[in-house]
């Protein structure tokens, strides 16, 4: 015990607090750094937030702890699901076929690309009997409303934004007219970027008969396991196994021009055939992991074979349940594989280190890169991170624009004569590792075409960036100081 007069002179002042505060925030930032470091990411990310976290005293754990990256196991659902992938594997034997067939003979470096997605995500190539591109929301929301009333098996859809209004409304009454008629309806959102969409506004469809579910949806589970970060961003249509959709295209008045003016610039894909079964594969398990539900599909049921068709398709499908990155990698083998062109159409543009590598040395090698961007993204942090690589890309030679009407929102890219891709993820570091992302790669001249008549007619109305740019002081400190946050953006 403590004597009387040892305690006399004992003030709350007197204890040596800055001492005790240094202390303890020393051992936060070893705790949070060895914890962040058996996280095996790369050495700049891992770099980016220690550094961050570490001048957030005590809190760091908790932001790390819900927005922090992780990775996240699905095996379980996978096995559920792998009887369905063997009907796909049949397509690779007759890859060659195929191609005569049709026209086409796959260059090697063509080849190589498509084992690449096929080893780090599963999908091999098929084919489809049609594609078409489709341009901002009227034709896009056109498509997918015709597919669906001609729907007479089973309608799923995956969107990572969803809103209750126009267009978001038309939609549910849609799909409760189909499920009144006994067709199966699926809808999954994602619960952070469909938050404003409550079970009250799908409430007829689900007394329809309908099945309504939100990915990661925002609960309090989540303090024990959080996955506030871990979104997907997927937007898939299926109509009987028969017609697929994906693109950039949310469900949301922002993305029709019908109702707004200012409306985001968009495009998406239609594709039937057999190339529908691998979106297919991707909302199953997304659907099967989300809902815990057992094994529901019979394979000839929601798999069904259709002939062959001319344009050879391979969906790629990534996320933080795959080590691969197989988007990353994709995008990275693409413009390094190029010869002639690559054209990319992004509205975040955030590159990696290796992202960065490739354009910059594509261009050197004299292969004609082209960047459009949004002239002002909805993020002014991403834009201006997006502009701080600027300088360094137009000195290797890279040409870059900035779209000066609505809202650009379009994820593509195309390059030489006979590749293509379209789908969800943006050319940033959360779409490559974070997000549920899924894009279809299309190993056709015509397609190729036609998205290079797209992406020239989007420079017509976009700005071409000036090589030496003449900024302020703060402009320039103010990209700089977004460009730390890249590998956390």
Partial sequence: MFSSAALSGFTWSSLPWLKIMGIAWGIHIIILSIWIILQKRAPISTLSWIVSLAFIPYLGFLVY???????????????????????????????????????????????????????????????????????????????????????????????YIYEPDNIGTALRDLLVEKAREGVSVRLLVDGMGSSRLKKKFMAPLI???????????????????????????????????????????????????????????????????????????????????????????????????????????????????????????????????????????TPYFVPTEATLFALTSAALRGVDVRLLVPRQGDSRLVTAAARSYFDELMRAGVKVWEYAGRMLHSKTMVADGNFSMIGTANFDARSFRLNFEVCAAIYSPAMNREMANQFELDLLVSEPVPKNRDLRFFARFFEAWARLFSPLL
């Fill in 65 to 159: 702890h819900f927005i922090g990256p992780q990775k996240l196991k699905r095996q379980h659902y996978r096995r559920l699901l792998a009887k369905t992938a063997l009907q796909e594997h049949s397509y690779l034997l007759h890859l060659r076929e195929q191609a005569k067939m049709i026209g086409i003979t796959p260059s090697p470096s063509l080849m190589q690309l498509a084992r690449l997605i096929n080893n780090a995500s599963g999908f091999p190539i098929a084919t489809a009997t049609s594609l078409q591109l489709l341009v901002d929301g009227e034709a896009t929301y056109n498509a997918i409303f015709e597919a669906i009333r001609n729907a007479s098996h089973h309608i799923h859809l995956e969107y």
């Fill in 207 to 345: 007394a329809a008969g309908g099945e309504f579910a939100f990915f990661h949806n925002l609960h309090f589970s989540q303090l024990v396991k959080p996955l506030l970060n871990l979104r997907t961003h997927r937007k898939i249509v299926i109509c009987d196994g028969k017609t697929g959709f994906t693109g950039g295209l949310n469900i949301t008045d922002e993305e029709d021009e019908r109702t707004l003016d200012y409306a985001y610039h968009d495009t998406h894909i239609r594709l039937t055939g057999n190339a529908v079964h691998s979106l297919q594969l991707v909302f199953l398990e997304d659907w099967l992991y989300a809902t815990r539900q057992p094994e529901f599909f019979d394979t000839d049921t929601y798999f069904p074979t259709q002939p062959s068709g001319n344009y050879p398709v391979q969906i790629l499908a990534s996320g933080p349940d795959n080590e691969w990155e197989v988007i990353h990698r994709l995008n990275i083998g693409a413009i390094h594989a190029a010869k002639e062109r690559v054209w990319l159409t």
